[in-house]
Structures are given as C-alpha cells and as structure tokens.
C-alpha cells in the first residue's frame, strides 16, 4: 500500500479576526480567517452568544459576498434618464456637494421635505439620531413592511416578542409551537433550539401552510390556511377556558386579568382600566373583598372580583376574557372550516398544551422576590413554549393575531418561567417605557422628540393642527394608528401622490424599493421616474446607498456606495436592536476586518460627514468642526444619557459595565474579546424579569433604564380601548367617519380575529392565497446574492398543491398564469405535495432584474425567476369612495404580504421562454461577474 | 487497478439525522469554503454569475417528499457526501493508484498529483458522491476535512469536519464507527442508525438516523381531551369562584 504521506496539520491562517457577521438579520459572530491580508475563510465564534461556534450557508458563504463583482466602486451622479442605469463616478467632496446642496435649503425652509427611510438598517439609534437633528419627521426603517406586528403586538401585551425580544427556554421546554416561521427569524438560534428539542425527544408542533425547511422537521405539521392562525389560536384558548386549564395564580399577580374594567357606559372612561387615587391600577383584593391597588404589599388579586356604584357593575378583565372567548364562535367546530383544521386536531393539541403546561409542571429551588415585596421560594415552569414571525404579522390581521399568541401564552402561565419564553435584555420593557412619537416641525431646528414610538390614545397621533397626517408614510395617524416602525412601503406612493403632501428629497439606504422590498414594483418603478408637466420629476430628488448594484441603484440620481460588511464598523447596541441572551444582556461590534480596495465609505460614516457639513446638532462640535471623524468615533464616544453609549462593554477605563465613561479603548477592548461584550444575569434573576426586583435592579444598574418599572402584561390593552373610545364618539380628537367602523370593531382591547381583507382582495373570484418565504441558504439579496449560494437557490419556480396541480392537469416543465385584482404573472410551475391545499408559494427576492446584481442577462434568477411583488398593490382595490385604502394592517399599518389571492391557470409557454412580465435591462455601473472562479488567497 | 486495505485501524465516518436536518445548506458551504482554501485544487465554479453555474461541491443536500399511507406528505432533507465505504468501488476502479482509502482511519482519498480525471471512479460511485472539477480536471471528493481532524494549528475542539462544525441543528457527528463504545455507534445503535443502499455491498461507513414517526398524538387520542368545567360563561364564573377559594 502506498499511501501518499499528507501533511495533517496544515497552517490553517495568518491570524483569525472575530467580527459579527451581516448576511442576514441574525448577527452571529464569526472567526475571519486571514492569510496574507485577504479573508480565507469565515467560520462561527464558539464563544458568540447568538450562534455558540456554528453558521449558516449564508455566514460561510461570506467571502463571495465581500468578494462579489456587485460591489459598488465609487460614489455615482446619474447622467442619463432615471431608471436607464447611466450614471459618471464622482469624488465624495463631490457626492457631499451635490446632498448637502439639496438638503441645506429643504433643512432651513421645510425639513419635512427630506424624507429618509433607511431600510434593513441595524443602526437604527444613530440614523433616527440624524433624522431627529435633521429636522424631518419622516424617518423610519424597514419595520413596517416586516414585523412590526410581531413587535408591536409583544410590546403593547408584555413587553416584549419574538426573536430579538425574547426566546424559548430551549433547554427545559417540553412542547414547541412554531407559528408562520419560514427559514428565517431568526436563523441559527432556532435551528440550534429545535436540536436541542430533538435530542432530548420534545416535541415541536410546526403550524405553516408550507411544510418545508423548520416545518419539516416539526414532529407535527398543522397546515392551516393562510390568515387564519388567530382563529386558530383562540379556539385552543376556548378549549383551555371551557376545561379551566388556565394559570390562574399566574394572571391574578402578573397580569391585568384582575384589574377592574369601568363599566359605566355613559362614562368618557367606559372600558377603561379603574385606577385609585394614587393612579394606581385597582384590583380586588381576595382577602377584604375591599379595591386596591394592584402592586399593594400582600394583596391578593381576585379575578372574580367587582364594584358596584351608581347602578354600573365594574367587572375584571378576566370575566371580559371569560365571557369572549367561551363565546361558540371560537369553538372548535366552528373554526374548522376557516382555518382547514380538525376540530378533533384544535382539541388534542389545546389539551396536549394543557397536559405539558399543568401535569408536566417544572419547579426550580431557587428563591426570588417580587415587586410587591413577597418572596417565593421556587420558581414554577410551565414548560411550554412558542415561536412566530411573519407568516401571522404580514397579514391585515395580524396584530390582533399575535396579540393571541401572546394571550395563550400567558393564559397558560408560560412567559418568562422556566420552560416557557424568556425575555432577552433590554426587553421586558412595558409601552409606557418607550418613548411616544413625535413631529414636531420647525425650519433650521431639530425634531421635537423621537421619530418612532408607542402610542397611548389618539392625543399621541402625530397629526397636523388641521387633522392630516403629519407624516408621508401616514405612520400615526387614524389609518394605522399603532404604526410603531413607520410605513416604508407607502412612502413612494404617498411622494408620488403628494398625499399628504409632497416632497423633495427621498433618501435611502439598503431598500431595494424598485424590485423585492415595494409592493406593486411595476407601478413603483413608474412612480420613481414620473415626470410632472414641466418635466421635472415627480419625486424630485433621489439619494441612495448601497454596497451592490442593486435594482434600486438605477433609479437614484446620487449613490453613496457602501462598504461590504468585513470593512465597516458597527454597533449591536442594546440602544437599538439587541442580540442579548435570556441569561446576558450582550452587545457587539463589527470592525473593519479588511480596509476597502475602492472609494467606498460605511453609510454611517458618511452620515457622520455629511451632518457635519450640514451643521447638524449632534454632528458638529461648538466650533462648528465635525464631531465624529466616523461611525467608529460616534461609537466609541457618543453618549446617549450621561455614562450610557452604543455600547455597554469595557466603558470608563475599561472595567464598567453599562454605565461608564467613553472609553477611547473601547473598541479595541471589544476586539481583544472577539467582538462582543456580555454581562451575565444572577441565577435568582433570570426569570420572572418584570416582577422580579432583582432583575429590575440589575437592570437599572447596567443602564437598561433609570429606575426599576416593573408592570403587569396588559391583556386588556388600554390604549386599543382609547383609540375604540374615540370612534364611539367620546373625546376631542375624533376619527374620520370613513374609519369610524373600522377603528371601532378591529381595536378590541382583547384579542380577537376578523378575515385578513378577503372581501377587498375578492377571495371569491381569486381563492388562492399566494406567499413567499426566504429559504434558510438565500436572505435579502445584499447578504446574498453570490457565486455559491446562487447555485443553491437559484431558481423558484411556483409551488402549487397537489389539489391545484391536478385541477390545471399540470406536467412538469408547465407555466401558469397567476392573475390578482391587481395584475398577472406567467411562471414556472413545480409540484409541492406537502402544502395546503388552497396555498401557492415560491421563494423570495430570488427573482433578478436584467443589469443588477454583476450576472449576466441569461442568468436564470433574471429569466425565469419572478416576482410576486406585481401581483400585490400598495392600495386595496379601490372601494369606488375615492379614497386611497392602504393594503396594510389597520392598527399598525404592517404591510399586507401575506393577504394576496389569486388564481392559477395553466399558460402557454412565454414566446422568449422566460417569466413575465420581462422588464427591459438597466445599464450596470459594475458591469458582469467573471465567468469562472476557483477561489483560493493561500499558496 | 488499486487495492482496498483489508481492514482499517479506525472506521471515521459520519452520522446524519435526518430527523433534525432542516435542509439549511451550512454544511455544504462551509465545505465548500474550507476545502476551495485547503486540501488540494480549489473547488472552481463555472459560468459563476452567468446561466446555468456549475461548481464542485464535496457535499450536497438533496430534498425529498414522501406520501406516507396516511396524513399529511412530509419533507426529508438529505445531505449527501463520500460515504467512506469499507469496499469502496472508486477506489479498486482506479487505473493510477490516486484514489486510496487510507489504513489509519479507512478515509477514502484522491492524490490529486495521480489523478488523471478519467472519471471511472465517478462512474463506479454508486451515490453520485464525487465531483470532477472542471477547471483543475481532478476529481475531488469529502476528505472528511483530514487536514482538520488532526490538525495541531487547530483548538481540540475544532479538530473535526468544517460541515460537522458548522451545522447549527446539530444534525451531524463525527467519530469512530469502528468503536462500538464511541458516542457515534453508540447513536446508531440508539436510533437504529441505516446503511444508504446496503444493496450495493459497499459498506458504507456513514451512517444515516431515519426520521422519527410524525404526525402523531402525543396524548391518549381515545381519551377525552380536556373536560368542561362549564359551558358558558356563567357557569365558569361559579367554577372560577370555587377554584379561586381553593387557592
């Protein structure tokens, strides 16, 4: 035998640099691998608390992104015809020249007239800090066309939600409910959680029309029908009512279940929660029979209990709870047909959810003390436990529906105790923790106040004087009122329909608007090279940024080009969106791992020029000097209280925590560390976090907030009922008539379902609902978009049922046409057996535009994949009352995805043999990829 | 032609779950990564923005689905390497002696300094599991990341396959199924770990653990569910009064 004599241990690299990846929304960390000053090879940080050494596709695919021949070079000025791709490279003094000649004057006359919406943003605290100085109050990220259900509905009913909020307890959980996952949200935690499950045989219950990806491993599958999860959800809270299956201990001290309701009709506080004089919250106490107040020492909330006074009875929440959802129309026969699920099925799993949460009960000897005073000397697990994301918030529906996650949850005692969901610093943080929107406006000022927040009743609307809204996306107003994260996918159309009014400049950053991230991208497209009748565009002025060619490129007149995510620094702020663990609060960096090879600048360090050239506060120093030389300085040394930064690690001179100094090291300090910093929780506090009053003062140490707030979750949400009050007439500040109806039967202050706009999308002429889901190896396409991962999703073909296959006598190879009210398509089509019957579906933002993204023309993502942006309008079908309905969801405004109904028909092959509609190629500033690689740094 | 040994001192291999793969593709990255940078030629792509890419890849998964007699189709997602076979017929088919299945540990290699990319080795794999590299011309195949496994420049615990590394459900293990006390027999045999095509007589020395049943029960299906306490809300108001005393 001959055997070749190998070296087995290779030099594996020069040096190893730990940073936080950027591939998708997860932000793992992870070892670069550098071998003669270029990225080898990217693995995950074991010592990382988000992924703990693993990665995915995406995060190791990594080095064909930073390497990507997408990558912008040099700042662009447009030359030809918005939306032809012409564009000359120009200097950054240049690019700041042009900006800051168009937004100095809009600052001193009329900052509204900026309008910057900044995308798959994670920096979120610094933009809305630049917006706010600004002066405009229309700012907002991506949120609105996401999740903003998912976070909104957590925050206004515990204080938290999913993902970034709060996690399963992985480790103790018996029985796991996955709600409307896909692949994504959030990635690795989840697939690293359902191996924990896995390996100890728990069991995991995926609820999802598609059975694909999180959903084919699920040890059960529930293949509900689209829009339907809240339906579904309150027959099993029916169910659990009925059996008296329900922590009842749990909601008379956590909750506002005992909290008394004003039941006097004819009160300007009817169904509003009763208060004491001290405006405390009143409950019963159990053992006087005599109101108190909820937080009083020794008191003993009683659900059952009530008031009597001038011929009113006020009742708790908990008997409101009681009376609407034993009602028959949640019960389980009366549901099936809706959701398409058994009413046998609805029962067996209510009382599996009851048999894990009550008989399967876990206790922990560890002793904590509540914010009443009382200590407890266990802490007892319901160890069930949930998980959701989009599939039930991108409906018009779907806040009151994650609201219903939330109350099944907490009916089953199963937040923020061993076993159940967990709470991740700097969450939980009740609404009234967070600041309220604001829009006040004055030329050659700062914005009054925070852009975003969380409203309380109509009077925190950010209206105008005279009623219109005072926003372009119409966040805040009587149309959404609850529009926490903004409404990005309205604001070209609003721009483009001077509706509210119009404006000058439209500034974005890494928001694909003219193809995947806008509903109805044929119209957007039109909208952003409209011209008026003098020949002027109708959006005047188009600032973008990016690291790729993207679609959206073309369609801007100035590009300020963008770093890849190895050359940037960034912050994972607890000030912004957190990666803390149920068990830490931590926080990260990403730093430039490698120094950029072509004249490109992270976004957030051209903010940092560009404001200072506008003499921003904030950005400018006394002198009028700039401020932060980069985003790296602003990190470093922003303080945003006294002693409070981007950052919490390494602070003073290098040993505080939270509090602390700037220290000049910092960054350094994050680096030595492999990027992240972590402050760890006491045993004793790690549950129970918003009444436990160690954890509140731990809190209030590391500088989560000042001072300790906990509260109780609000099933009963007060705010709905304000906004409900108003529509009933009650108040000064008064709803439209045209919303009047609406706001009164969809702001319920409990949980209820209503169909996700079936009658306006005509469900009976289109009766198939049609979605998109990101698989787990392709996310947005700035992570993306690259030379591996390409071959592994490349294509994406229209999933259809068995049930629609045969009714169109599909074969393989075939092509449908795909009609909505709005518009038609014509795709490939592919079998799934495993899907809901009445359920089509393909995979997201695959789909390219001829001249982006470095391919070439023949490429397949840009022949045969599609989009089903075409097929879904920003507007509801109009009503024929003139009005311009947003397909949105009406207490938030989250875009609508997920409502979309169409039919499917079997068509001949296009005659070019690629999907319709075919948009003719934009000219790439980048030109096309190599043909062939064989990528290798080391000798 | 080239000779097989007649036994190994250890039988490295893999185990797969298919139970808990969620089809994510990490493993085939990450793969892809450290073995375009390490062990032998760079793993090439060809037409790599272009129509129709072609890339060597050492690892693949491949998606399957199933009708089982009753309920509902289900998804398998099956990953799909060099199994590592003890009668490894790419190994006796080659014509130069560049293919090898190495004594120490039984990993299956290819000298790639040997290897004239005949192919007759691809055409003998009876799992599809090597690739040809179009631009280097040599066949390239799932080292089992040798240059990983015992290497020195590495912590301890990275000392193990970049897909088993990386693959973050945790559906994949590395280890000596030649021990029957090594916590990958001793997995195998828990879960009745199979052979991918025993038919074929290669014995393979991957192993792959089925997927579990689903769609099941998990509580009595014949029992009653949950018993009503009341019906309406009247009577659960009576009911919440009583249990309330009790607490």
């Known amino acids: 035998m001959n055997q070749p004599k190998l070296n087995l241990s290779p030099k594996v690299s020069d040096e190893v640099r730990k940073t936080t ?22 693995e995950g940080n074991r010592d990382h608390p988000v992924n703990q050494g693993v990665l995915c596709a995406k995060g190791s695919a990594g080095i064909m992104q930073h390497n990507a021949p997408s990558r912008l070079r040099a700042p662009l000025k447009r030359v030809g015809e918005r939306g032809s791709g012409e564009f000359e490279e120009i200097s950054w003094d240049e690019a700041y020249d042009i900006a800051a000649g168009w937004l100095k004057p809009i600052r001193e006359t009329a900052p509204e007239k900026l309008a910057f919406f900044t995308g798959r943003d994670q920096s979120q605290s610094f933009t809305s800090m630049w917006a706010q100085a600004f002066g405009t109050p229309n700012y907002a990220a991506h949120g609105g066309f996401c999740s903003v259900n998912m976070a909104a509905a957590g925050i206004y009913t515990m204080g938290g939600a999913f993902w970034e909020f709060g996690q399963p307890d992985w480790d103790r959980t018996k029985m796991f409910m996955l709600f409307g996952v896909a692949e994504d949200h959030d990635s690795n935690p989840i697939k690293m959680g359902l191996g924990k499950l896995k390996k100890r045989g728990a069991k995991v219950v995926g609820v999802n029309p598609i059975r694909s990806g999180y959903n084919a491993v699920a040890d059960e599958w529930v293949g509900i029908n689209p829009g339907t999860d809240g339906l579904f959800i309150l027959a099993m809270v029916h169910e659990l009512f009925k059996a008296g299956k329900i922590d009842l201990n749990y909601l008379a001290m956590f909750t506002n279940a005992p909290v008394l309701v004003n039941g006097d009709e004819k009160s300007e506080d009817f169904g509003l929660l009763m208060r004491d004089k001290d405006n405390k919250l009143m409950v019963i106490d159990r053992a006087t029979g005599k ?26 929440v908990f008997q409101h709870m009681a009376e609407k959802y034993l009602d028959p129309q949640y019960a389980p026969e009366n549901v099936a047909e809706k959701t398409g699920i058994a009413a046998e099925t609805i029962k067996r799993l209510a009382a599996e959810l009851a048999d894990v949460a009550f008989n399967q009960a876990i206790e922990l000897d560890i002793e904590w003390t509540d914010f009443r005073g009382e200590t407890h000397s266990k802490m007892t697990g319901r160890p069930v436990s949930f998980h959701s994301m989009r599939g039930i918030s991108a409906h018009a529906n779907g806040f009151q529906t994650c609201r219903a996650l939330h109350l ?24 009234e923790a967070h600041p309220k929107p604001h829009c006040g406006v004055k030329p050659g000022q700062p914005l009054d106040g925070p852009h975003l927040g969380f409203v309380h009743g109509p009077d925190d609307l950010a209206l105008k004087e005279d009623g219109s809204p005072a926003r372009i996306d119409k966040a805040f107003t009587w149309d959404n009122p609850m529009s926490a994260h903004g409404l990005m996918h309205m604001v070209i159309s609003n721009a483009h329909a001077g509706d509210p009014y119009k404006i000058d400049t439209l500034f974005m950053y890494m928001a694909n608007m003219s193809w995947n991230s ?66 830490a609060a931590a926080d990260a960096i990403r730093w430039p791992v490698v120094e950029p090879d072509r004249d490109v600048k992270g976004f957030q360090s051209a903010l940092c ?124 500040r008064q709803p439209p008539d045209h919303l009047r109806e609406r706001i009164k039967t969809k702001m319920d202050p409990l949980p209820i379902w209503y169909d996700a706009n079936e009658a306006e999308n005509k469900a009976d002429e289109y009766p198939i609902t049609a ?117 949105s969801d009406p207490i938030t405004g989250q875009a609508a995805w997920f409502d979309l109904k169409v039919r499917v028909e079997k068509a001949p092959a296009p005659s070019d043999g690629e999907s319709q509609p075919n948009l003719k190629p934009i000219s790439s500033p980048v030109g096309t990829g190599p043909e062939n690689l064989a990528w290798k740094v080391g000798k | 032609m080239t000779q097989l040994p007649t036994s190994t001192e250890k039988k490295l291999g893999l185990v797969i779950d298919l139970d808990t793969c969620v089809g994510c593709h990490a493993c085939v990255v990450s793969c892809k990564g450290w073995n375009t940078e390490n062990y032998g030629a760079p793993l090439s792509d060809q037409n790599a923005y272009g129509a ?51 004594v120490e540990d039984g990993i299956v290699l290819v000298n790639e300094t040997d290897c004239i990319g005949c192919g007759l080795c691809a055409w003998a794999c009876p799992y599809g599991a090597r690739e040809m590299d179009q631009k280097e011309g040599v066949m390239k195949k799932c080292t089992l990341c040798v240059d990983r496994i015992y290497n020195e420049n590495l912590p301890e615990e990275d000392r193990q396959p970049a897909c088993v590394r990386t693959c973050p459900a945790g559906a994949r293990h590395f280890g000596d199924l030649g021990d029957e006390t090594s ?45 009503p306490v009341a019906e309406e809300a009247t009577g659960f108001l009576g009911w919440l009064d009583r249990t309330l005393e009790k607490l």
Not at chain 1, 577 to 582: D, N, Q, V, Y
Not at chain 1, 610 to 617: C, D, Q, S, T, W
Not at chain 2, 73 to 84: E, G, N, V
Not at chain 2, 195 to 222: F, S
């Open chain 1, 771 to 887: 979605l998109t889901q990101r698989p787990m190896a392709m996310y947005h396409s700035w992570g993306t978009q690259n030379a591996w991962l390409r071959q592994i999703h490349g294509r994406n073909p229209l999933y259809v049922s068995q049930k629609v296959w045969d009714a169109n006598g599909f074969a393989e190879g075939d092509w449908a046409r795909v009609t909505s009210p709005h518009g038609e398509i014509t795709v490939p089509v592919a079998l799934q057996a495993a899907l809901n019957d009445n359920t089509v579906w393909t995979w997201n933002a695959i789909g390219k535009r001829k001249g982006a993204w470095a391919l070439e023309e023949d490429a397949p993502e840009a022949t045969k994949g599609f989009l089903l942006n075409h097929l879904i309008h920003e507007l509801l079908p109009p009503k024929g009352d003139g009005l311009r309905w947003s397909n």
């Open chain 1, 291 to 316: 109101p108190a107040a909820f937080d009083k020492k020794g008191v003993k909330p009683d659900l059952a209990g009530s008031v009597r006074d001038a011929g009113w009875t006020h009742k708790t």
């Open chain 1, 518 to 583: 806008s509903m109805n991208t044929r119209g957007v497209i039109d909208m952003l090279t409209d011209k008026d009748e003098n020949g002027d565009y109708v959006i005047p002025r188009i600032i973008y940024s990016d690291a790729y060619s993207s679609e959206m490129v073309a369609y801007a007149d100035l590009i300020l080009p963008d770093t890849t995510y190895l050359e940037r620094h960034d912050c994972i702020s607890l000030l912004d969106r957190p990666i803390c663990e149920a068990e």
């Open chain 1, 609 to 732: 020029d560009l404001g200072a050239k506008l003499g921003l506060p904030g950005f400018v120093n006394e002198d009028g000097s700039q401020k932060y030389a980069d985003y790296g300085d602003y990190i470093t040394n922003h303080e945003r209280r006294p002693g409070v930064g981007p950052l919490m690690g390494f602070r003073g001179n290098g040993d505080e925590t939270g509090r602390g100094a700037p220290n000049p090291n910092q960054l350094d300090r994050y680096i030595e560390n492999g990027g992240f910093a972590m402050a760890h929780i006491a045993e004793d506090h790690q549950f129970y976090k918003p009444w436990n009053a160690g954890y509140q003062d731990w809190a209030v140490k590391i500088g989560i907030y000042d001072a300790p707030q906990p509260y109780v979750f609000n099933l009963w949400s007060e705010p709905m009922r304000r906004f409900q009050l108003a529509a009933e007439g009650h108040g000064t």
């Open chain 2, 52 to 102: 129709d890419p072609t890339g060597t890849f050492l690892n693949r998964v491949h998606s399957f689905e199933v009708q089982p007699e009753r309920g509902a189709a289900q998804t398998i997602h099956f990953p799909k390497s060099c199994l590592h076979c003890e009668d490894a017929p790419c190994v006796t088919v080659c014509p130069t002696g560049a293919s090898y299945k190495r």
């Open chain 2, 183 to 227: 916590d990958v027999s001793k997995l195998v045999a828990e879960r009745g770990g199979i052979d991918l095509m025993p038919e074929q007589g290669t014995k393979p020395v991957n192993k792959y653990l089925p997927p579990r049943p689903k769609d099941e029960a998990a509580i009595d299906v014949l029992a009653p569910f949950l018993e």
């Open chain 1, 21 to 42: 990846c950027y591939m998708c929304a997860c932000r793992c960390g992870i070892n670069v691998h550098m071998k003669d000053g270029k990225v080898a090879y990217i």
């Open chain 1, 408 to 431: 099944l949850q907490i009916i089953l005692g199963s937040v923020e105790v061993p076993g159940g969901f967990r709470f991740k610093p700097p969450y939980p943080k009740p609404p």
